[in-house]
């Protein structure tokens, strides 16, 4: 379970501050699938680093009943100079998991060949995708983070990725935000539309649809 | 394949005990050690031996000019090997922090995005780093130039610990203030360059305080600098003259600038220009 008390996330802007979520309270429970809609600038991603931890909010208390992910497929933090490797090494320390173990699998299901053991720098968008994807899946959490990238490599790989986090972690929760309808209608059971700072709750996916495309405008 | 273990290690932060927290903390500045090695210096040709490297070369190439000078400070029995050697070590080990500080979380911000790492982790990191390899140029230094006869071997290695030591609060101090300050505006950083390099001349690095008049010695005591480097020195050739130094003032000196610089680290959001 991960709940959110009154959480509120105000950023100083030039002569003030603005609310991006105001009092937010919502619930998730263990497996379930959570898809956030919002406009762009809406608070989607902030909601999203908020419940993984790597920021506090400014007021109201996250509970985290259970472990979350950092946002999956995340390759930001990868450094032009430290291999596929080192990447993975880091990860393995951080979150206290013993590495060798590990890298079998992410050798494998990055599919980088040679490429896993050569500085990131080198590597093709593609590449970079896979791995990060790949390193996502060597920590087990109880929920998973996804922002807006659920489309690693081509078909094939995209498939593969799918079967690992949606198959093989079936019963893991996730939240998932994304532009793409089919996307979230092929991985959500519920919807949270965020319009100006308020988090709307739907358990039915047309409805929340329905909602959102009204308030798109907002 | 460990797929369906949950992982224990893992559950509500609000509720980790304090030695898990703390052990969570050695964990991911380790980790963010062994990245910045990398990051840092590239694994090619010497690699994160640049790290020691790069202090040694520049302690010999000012030990080196100082000697064609042919001019001692402190008067003609002080080896320049040793004065230039303890000069620059404690300069470049309160100088380097700021800097090393004041980046840390621009190159790294990325990493906040696992809950584990905070800014403060970011900073512990390079900064032991920074200990870890000014250290272990002095030391490799001093052995090497007692060695080869540029300079006596120090006659009480462990005074010479105690200043050294003093220094290194010194320069977590400034590497939590100034870092902190120079992470959120660029322009402290700026200046901070042309002003250490100004302050660890006056304040240490190039003088003996017997060697200033009383009037000028006792306004140069009030930087905090002066002490260690003072206390350093009296480690190394206390035999060859008057050292100068209260190594408490340093002290409550650095942890003034520690307690100043964590508040200051507690309100550094690493987001406040990406948000969405």
């Known amino acids: 379970m991960i709940e959110l008390r009154e959480v509120t ?26 898809g956030f809609l919002g406009k762009n600038g809406a608070g989607k991603s902030t909601l999203v680093r908020l419940i993984g931890g790597g920021e506090a909010p400014t007021s109201g208390t996250i509970i985290r009943g259970m472990s979350v992910s950092w946002p999956i497929a995340f390759g930001g933090a990868f450094q032009g100079q430290l291999t596929g490797l080192d990447n993975l090494k880091f990860i393995c320390r951080v979150y206290g998991k013993s590495i060798e173990d590990k890298i079998p699998f992410v050798e494998d299901f990055a599919e980088l060949g040679r490429y896993f053991r050569e500085p990131v720098g080198t590597y093709s968008s593609g590449m970079q995708a896979r791995l990060a994807f790949a390193i996502s899946m060597a920590v087990e959490f109880d929920c998973y983070l996804i922002d807006e990238v659920m489309t690693v490599g081509d078909r094939r790989f995209s498939e593969k990725c799918r079967e690992e986090l949606m198959v093989k972690r079936a019963d893991r929760s996730l939240i998932a935000v994304s532009h793409h309808e089919d996307q979230i209608r092929n991985t959500c059971t519920h919807l949270g539309v965020l ?22 405008s907002e | 394949m460990t797929l369906h273990t949950r992982s224990s290690a893992e559950t509500n932060k609000t509720t980790c005990s304090l030695w898990e927290s703390f052990r969570i903390q050695c964990r991911v500045i380790w980790a963010l050690m062994m990245r910045e090695m990398i990051t840092m210096f590239g694994r090619h040709g010497l690699g994160f031996a640049w790290i020691f490297v790069m202090p040694m070369i520049l302690t010999a190439g000012i030990t080196f000019a100082w000697s064609l000078r042919g001019v001692s400070e402190g008067g003609a029995d002080i080896s320049i090997a040793a004065f230039a050697l303890t000069g620059y070590s404690t300069l470049i080990l309160y100088r380097n922090m700021p800097g090393a500080c004041g980046s840390a979380v621009k190159m790294n911000v990325s990493l906040l995005y696992h809950r584990h790492v905070r800014v403060l982790d970011l900073f512990l990191a390079r900064i032991i780093l920074q200990i870890s390899a000014i250290t272990f140029s002095l030391v490799t230094l001093t052995i090497l130039f007692s060695w080869i006869g540029f300079m006596s071997p120090p006659i009480d290695p462990l005074k010479a610990l105690n200043g050294w030591i003093a220094t290194a609060f010194f320069g977590i101090g400034m590497g939590f203030f100034i870092g902190s300050i120079a992470t959120k505006y660029e322009w402290v950083d700026h200046l901070w360059h042309p002003f250490s390099y100004i302050l660890g001349g006056i304040a240490g690095a190039a003088l003996l305080m017997e060697s200033v008049p009383t009037k000028f010695r006792n306004m140069l005591l009030w930087f905090p600098l002066v002490h260690g480097s003072e206390c350093l020195r009296d480690g190394y050739f206390g035999n060859k003259f008057t050292p100068y130094y209260d190594l408490s003032y340093e002290y409550i000196f650095s942890f003034g600038l520690i307690f100043l610089g964590l508040l200051q680290i507690k309100t550094i959001k690493g987001y406040t220009e990406t948000y969405h």
């Open chain 1, 9 to 34: 996330m105000r950023y100083p802007v030039r002569g003030g501050h603005r609310t991006v979520l105001n009092r937010i309270t919502f619930r998730i429970e263990r497996g379930e699938k959570i």
């Open chain 1, 195 to 216: 319009v100006q700072g308020v988090l709307h709750r739907f358990d039915n996916l047309d409805e929340g649809y329905d909602f959102y495309h009204r308030h798109a």
